[in-house]
């Protein structure tokens, strides 16, 4: 599995969607897991260009980023509406999530978290 320092709490926070995420990803081999792992930083790189940019949340080319995000967090598991905005909100309001998030650029989460909501108003139920 992808080594994780917040595995215990997601476990103990969520743990049916734990589970479906620890057995999508049981079905990856080590490269996989790595390459999932880069695709996720890439998206965030490419997040980061729109925000300096000053590309705006809802602009096509940020939701079309954000739509990469959401099948990106599908190899995890697969949030509703409702959930992905959480997901979104989480990385605003947990600051380990602003720190990762903004390490690529200051202010990223806040801009993700803008784009999430955008993108699954408009796509998901």
């Known amino acids: 599995m992808i080594e ?11 743990p049916d969607t734990f589970a479906q995420s620890e057995a999508r990803l049981g079905k990856l081999s080590a490269t996989e897991r790595g390459q999932l792992i880069e695709d996720g930083n890439q998206i965030s790189r490419e997040l980061a260009e729109q925000l300096k940019a000053k590309v705006a949340a809802d602009a096509p080319e940020v ?10 967090v599908c190899n995890f598991w697969t949030p509703e ?5 959480a997901l979104g909100q989480m990385y605003l309001d ?10 690529f650029a200051s202010g990223l989460a806040l801009f993700i ?9 408009s796509n998901l139920v």
């Open 94 to 103: 947990d600051e380990r999530f602003t720190a990762h998030y903004d390490e």
């Open 113 to 121: 978290r803008d784009a999430i909501l955008r993108y699954a108003s």
């Open 81 to 85: 509406r409702d959930s992905y905005i």
């Open 4 to 14: 994780n320092a917040y595995e215990s709490e997601a476990q103990q926070r969520w």
């Open 63 to 72: 939701q079309e980023l954000i739509n990469r995000h959401y099948r990106w």
